[in-house]
């Protein structure tokens, strides 16, 4: 099992834009996927067609024993009349309480305690964090092998991916030596825009390799599948089709990356169970 964060610092980038992208990506191939709805706001849960559950992802936080986790996993809206796995452990507002400045080390740990009663069900989680560097996100990154930072072509947004690349780097070194950057992911790119193309190049001279292709372009296909709480790869017109062209070609990188599925095992798995 695969566990990707998907994170950024800085509000309003689309981070669970993407997240529902990658989890639209991995249901079309028919990845066996967990979707973690950290994220107080809860976004992703409704966008996978999900409602209100009597057990979320902050009972989980609160107790991360295998009953209150299985509980809390529920099938995502996008499955009814279609085949595959996709599930949704439910997001809630009352997750803000576990987002402190300062966690304990064994807050930060939660999330891989809950995730390792469901480690032979799924081959990819992915994991919506909090748009902070407070205790959820920590926690997150703490029970995932790789993050995806999202970004968008801002002179802020610049600065917060490499606020985020050094902050996993920082956590990487003194609690989770499996944890390495996925990339960074540029939303809403406009590719007319002369700002828009100077801040890829300034994001390519600073990260190099680290920048992921493609650059996914400003498309209201997008919030309109999110909108309908359907998966993008399902959604009719060439733009949508386009966009999720685009989110398989970063789910393929995910899955090379994590050796997900067909590329085998995660090379983390003994990592994991250490």
């Known amino acids: ?16 834009t993407v997240t529902l992208g990658l989890a639209s990506a991995a249901f079309a191939r028919g990845v066996s996927t ?6 107080p706001q809860s976004d992703v849960s409704t966008g996978m067609d999900v409602g209100v559950n009597p057990v979320n992802v902050a009972d989980v936080l609160g107790n991360p024993r295998e009953k209150t986790v299985r509980a809390a996993i529920v099938s995502s809206g996008w499955t009814r009349g279609r085949g595959g796995t996709v599930d949704v452990l439910v997001g809630s507002p009352a997750a803000i309480n576990f987002d402190g400045p300062h966690p304990s080390v064994r807050d930060v740990w ?12 799924y081959d990819l989680v992915l994991v919506d964090c909090a748009p ?39 956590l990487r070194r003194g609690l989770s030596p499996r944890l390495q950057p996925l990339g960074i992911v540029v939303n809403r790119a406009r590719m007319q825009s ?12 600073m990260f190099g390799p680290l920048v992921l292709s493609p650059q996914l372009p400003e498309r209201t296909s ?14 009719p017109g ?34 994991r169970g250490a």
């Open 110 to 121: 939660k999330l891989e305690e809950a995730l390792a009663h469901v480690e032979s069900d």
């Open 34 to 39: 967990l979707v973690v709805d950290l994220d």
């Open 238 to 271: 060439e733009s949508a089709q386009e966009l999720a062209r685009m989110f398989d070609q970063l789910l393929e990188r995910v899955m090379r990356t994590g050796r997900v599925g067909e590329y085998g095992a995660p090379a983390q798995a003994q990592a």
């Open 132 to 170: 902070s560097l407070n205790a959820l996100t920590r926690t997150a990154w703490a029970a995932s092998d790789r993050v995806a930072v999202v970004t968008e072509p801002g002179l802020f947004s610049v600065a917060a991916a490499d606020r985020a690349l050094r902050a996993i780097e920082e």
């Open 194 to 205: 002369l700002e828009h193309q100077f801040r890829i190049r300034e994001l390519r001279d």
């Open 1 to 16: 099992m695969h566990v990707l964060s998907v994170s950024s610092l800085k509000g309003g980038v689309g981070k669970t």
């Open 222 to 235: 997008l919030q309109q599948a999110q909108g309908a709480a359907k998966p993008l790869h399902i959604w």
